[in-house]
């Protein structure tokens, strides 16, 4: 999920980072990632956000979550904004659930492509399926599908 600008984030609730959890709470994330107050922690980032933004002119204050991984070079970090709880992916699965999410984006850019503008596919089609599901495909390789499915007889 994106945020603009003008949607400043607010701690909520600090599950790993390094800082006063107390100092931090009701800061701005950005202020508090800028001034030190917060830091990764091995290099990894969990906050709880509040965000209030208007919903049919009604201000609405929603909690989320942030993940940060820490780059090898500063200015390289990596957030996410997510609702996924921490019990169903960790810091590091919210990283790779983008990265495939990406993949998939890239695989759709690829298939919109005016010299696959001619190749309409509807949902259910096992043409797709089998661009989606072989070894050529983009998602299939970056990722060593082959290496996870069983064998085959």
């Known amino acids: 999920m994106r945020l603009k600008k003008s949607q400043d984030p607010c701690i909520h609730r ?3 980072g390094k800082g006063s959890k107390s100092a931090c709470r009701g800061e701005s994330l950005d202020k508090a ?3 030190g107050m917060l830091d990764f922690d091995k290099g990894r980032l969990d906050v709880d956000v509040v965000i209030t933004t208007s919903v049919d002119g009604q201000p609405t204050r929603e909690i989320f979550r942030v993940v940060g991984i820490a780059g090898d070079q500063p200015g390289e970090d990596w957030y996410y904004l997510t609702t996924v709880p921490p019990e169903i992916l960790s810091v590091d699965d919210v990283g790779l659930a983008y990265t495939l999410r990406w993949d998939i984006e890239l695989l ?17 089609d ?21 290496n996870s499915l069983p064998s085959r007889p």
């Open 14 to 16: 600090i599950r790993v």
């Open 33 to 35: 990632l800028g001034m």
């Open 108 to 124: 759709w850019k690829h298939l919109k492509t005016p010299e696959q503008a001619s190749r309409r596919f509807a949902p259910g």
């Open 126 to 146: 096992p043409r797709l399926c089998s661009r989606l599901c072989t070894p050529r495909s983009p998602l299939w390789r970056s990722h060593g599908c082959w």
